[in-house]
Structure formats: structure tokens, C-alpha cells
């Protein structure tokens, strides 16, 4: 049997992403993490069947016991760099896999993840990961969709000393991803998308009221500014260079802002409409509205501003983590009008408010890369913060995926977080009949109950 916490949903959120850490522009943030290894849920994809298994060493506890189905065996070997191989009898194709650590609840295992075509030649897909030291039960380990026949699980040890010990091993397929379309060109976004736990902030706030949920459900839009594509049936969110803007900022929105309980008419502030981290305490977690969080976005940024200042041009935040008084992340995208291509990165604040860019495809010092996404061009993204870990995975449309993993800091736990998805417009100069523009095509969002 399986000692998996399955959480509604979050197998379908589990994008493929390959585990590529991009250095930051500061030392701080490449501390390691307090909490260095994501546990999240089981797909519910079948486990893949395992032909045979093999080791480096064991001690007579044998490789074989970790496709027993039980966590009372185990495989054991001690040293640096030993490995278990699993040969799943021809080439398939490979997205994650669980593993139940032995003693996983007092101790971290320090492991690789590689793959292999011919048992010969190895690529690694998860590098230097450390388990929870929390659980016996299994943890699962997403990483970029590919194929191969072999994989195997290179150890190094453990917080306590140097034995490497797994009671248990699955490995799965890719995570299926939902069929494309299904939007219906003249229906109001609140049908088209699940926006129970939303509520929207339109451009020209305080002027214009805030949209909460019964309404969005209900069939709010207002053309030019939130409304259906007549075409793709997309969620279009408009918003000029000048309009209104909240407490705290310069800058107008067309941005929807989550709310843990559903259809929500107010308590923006209240912790149960918002989400703690799980390394938190246990009275900040009791009180909040979910533990940790995944959301997921396919868009196009289908027009930037061409007018104003040189270092506002362009620019436009489409997802966004908030906390008490600073914001964990803010998914930028930025093109200037000679550019051919748009950059992907993001700006992370500090519990303390000291903001750092870091790249994903380009950066703010590194705009049109090659590999960019121009205007009109499909992609999407994944923000996802297990503890203090998050990981940020963005996928343009035709293009391999590029993740991006960084440690939050420790005055994050107990902060009231919440998602942000739309147009946070980051130029108020210039043309005032200039805008930017971004349409939605998928928007989910999932968090661990408490």
C-alpha cells in the first residue's frame, strides 16, 4: 500500500520542469534553503513497472525491497555516491518519481536524480536535492518531462551519517496536461475560468469598486478592460498607462487577487483568505486559509507600451506571491519597442523590502534575448512554494521549459500570502492613450488543506 496524501488537483498542476538553477544577482540568495526539499502529492498517474533493479552496494538489505510495496524493507548502502538503478524495460516517457526515505522522519538524504537511454550515459534531472526529514512516507520529486529507459538515484548520505537507505521507489510518466480550447469566445470570463477564489481590482480603483466573486461568477466583464476574447474566448486584461492605482503604488492593474474562501465578499486581510507557509507555526497555519500553494497560467502578453520613460517602457507583471508588506515574487515580462523579443524574470523582495532580479528567459539587465517571447506568442508559467522553497518554471509555446528554484527567507513564515493574476502596469508616463494588454488561457490555482 501507498501512504500518499493526495490534494485535489495538484497532479494536473504539476508541470514539467526541468530543475535548472539560475545563479541570482546576490549572495544572500544563494544561501541554502531551511527546507530544501519539496514535498508535494503523489501523481495519480500510475506508477510505471520496474523490470529490474540493480545497486552499487547494499549490506544485505537489497535493492530489490524498494518495489516491494512495503515500507517495512528497505535497500541500504553506506558511502558517498552510492546508487540504485531502475530499468523499466524499454524507452518511456519519464516526469517524476516518489521516494520513501528510511528514517526519513529524523534525518535529510542528500541525493541526484539521473536518467538513461543506455544504462551507460547518464543525464541529471534533480541535482543535490535533500529530503524533508519529516515524513517515512513517500515524498514526491517532479523534473523535466524526457524520455529513457533507465533511471537511478545516486546518494550521498544523510544529516546523520553516511548510509543511504529507501524503503520505497515509484516512477511515473509525465503529468498529463489538460486538452487545449474549451473556451467559449461569448462567454464572460466567470464562466470560462473558476474564479470563486478571486476577486478583481479594476484599472481606474478607488473609482471603480472591486469586483469580488459572486459577481465575477455571475458574468462581470467591462470591454477595455476585462472581458472574453471574441475570438480564443481568452480572459483579457487591459489597462492604461494612466488610471487609478491602490495604496501603496504608482502603478494601475487589471488584476485579479486571491481569496482562500470561497465566493468572499470581503476580508481581504483575514488569515483565512490567505495561505501560509508549512514551515510556519502551528497557531499561523491553524488560523490560515491553506498551506503552500501552485499556481499555473498559459497567456500571451499580446501588447506593451511603446511611450515613456526609458526604464518603464515595456514592462508588465502578469503573476505575482504578496505577503504582509513585501512580495515574495513578481513574474515580469518586459519588451522595448526596438526589441524582437521579450524577457521572462522576476523581482523578489525580502521580508525586509530589498528587491533582486533574477533571470529566467533574460533579465532586466538582459532584455531581448534570443530565446525570448514576442508578442502574441502562447506560454506559460508555474509558481509553486513547498516550505521555504519556491520554484518558478516558465514554458513558452514550441520551447523547452526554464526553472528556477530560490530559498525564502525565514521571516516569510507566518506571512499572509496570496496569488495575483492579470496586468499589474508597471508604466505610468507617457502616451495617455498607451496600454498593455494580456489575454489568459488557463489559471489555476491549489494549495495543501490544514
Request: proline share 8%.
Amino acid at each position: 500500500m501507498r501512504y500518499r496524501r493526495p490534494i485535489a488537483g495538484w497532479a494536473a498542476l504539476i508541470a514539467s520542469a526541468a530543475i535548472l538553477t539560475n545563479a541570482p544577482n546576490t549572495a544572500a540568495a544563494l544561501a541554502a534553503p531551511t527546507l530544501a526539499a519539496p514535498i508535494l502529492a503523489a501523481p495519480t498517474l500510475a506508477p510505471l513497472t520496474v523490470s529490474a533493479v540493480a545497486a552499487s552496494a547494499d549490506d544485505g538489505n537489497v535493492p530489490g525491497n524498494t518495489v516491494d510495496n512495503s515500507l517495512s524493507t528497505r535497500w541500504s548502502a553506506e558511502g558517498d555516491g552510492q546508487w540504485i538503478r531502475y530499468d523499466l524495460g524499454a524507452t518511456t516517457p519519464l516526469g517524476s518519481l516518489s521516494i520513501a526515505w528510511y528514517q526519513g522522519n529524523t534525518r535529510k538524504a542528500t541525493f541526484d536524480v539521473q536518467t538513461s537511454g543506455n544504462g551507460t550515459s547518464w543525464t541529471t534531472v534533480i541535482g543535490k536535492r535533500r529530503s524533508s526529514g519529516t515524513t517515512v512516507q513517500q515524498e514526491s520529486y517532479d523534473f523535466a518531462a524526457g524520455s529513457a529507459r533507465y533511471l537511478r538515484i545516486v546518494a550521498y548520505g544523510n544529516s546523520k551519517n553516511a548510509w543511504n537507505s529507501i524503503s520505497e521507489v515509484d516512477i511515473y510518466g509525465p503529468a498529463e496536461e489538460p486538452p487545449p480550447g474549451g473556451l467559449d469566445p461569448d462567454a464572460p470570463p466567470g464562466t470560462n475560468f473558476d474564479l470563486q477564489n478571486w476577486k478583481y481590482t479594476p484599472p481606474y480603483y478607488p473609482d471603480e469598486p472591486e469586483v469580488y466573486a459572486p459577481d465575477l461568477v455571475g458574468g462581470y466583464q467591462k470591454a477595455g478592460e476585462f472581458f472574453t476574447d471574441p475570438s480564443t474566448g481568452g480572459m483579457v486584461f487591459r489597462c492604461p498607462n494612466y488610471a487609478g492605482t491602490t495604496p501603496g503604488t504608482s502603478y494601475s492593474r487589471a488584476e485579479l487577487r486571491e481569496m482562500m474562501i470561497p465566493n468572499a465578499t470581503s476580508g481581504s486581510t483575514s488569515p483565512a483568505n490567505n495561505w501560509v507557509l508549512s514551515t510556519s507555526s502551528a497557531d499561523d497555519i491553524a488560523d490560515a486559509g491553506g498551506v503552500d500553494g501552485m499556481m499555473t497560467a498559459t497567456l500571451t502578453v499580446d501588447h506593451v507600451t511603446t511611450t515613456g520613460d526609458a526604464a518603464k517602457v515595456g514592462r508588465i507583471i502578469v503573476g505575482q506571491i504578496h505577503g504582509n508588506s513585501a512580495e515574495v515574487i513578481r513574474l515580469m515580462y518586459q519588451k522595448r519597442p526596438g526589441d524582437a523579443r521579450g524577457a521572462v524574470y522576476f523581482g523578489h523582495d525580502t521580508p525586509g523590502n530589498v528587491n533582486t532580479y533574477y533571470p529566467i528567459i533574460g533579465n532586466a539587465d538582459n532584455l531581448n534575448p534570443p530565446n525570448g517571447i514576442v508578442l502574441g506568442q502562447r506560454w506559460s508559467y508555474q509558481i509553486k512554494v513547498v516550505g521555504q522553497l519556491m520554484t518558478v518554471t516558465v514554458t513558452p509555446e514550441g520551447q523547452s521549459p526554464t526553472t528556477v528554484t530560490l530559498p525564502l527567507e525565514d521571516g516569510y513564515q507566518g506571512d499572509k500570502l496570496y496569488f495575483k493574476a492579470g496586468n499589474y502596469h508597471l508604466n505610468n508616463t507617457g502616451d495617455p492613450g498607451d496600454y498593455a494588454q494580456a489575454t489568459f488561457y488557463s489559471l489555476t490555482r491549489s494549495h495543501t488543506p490544514n
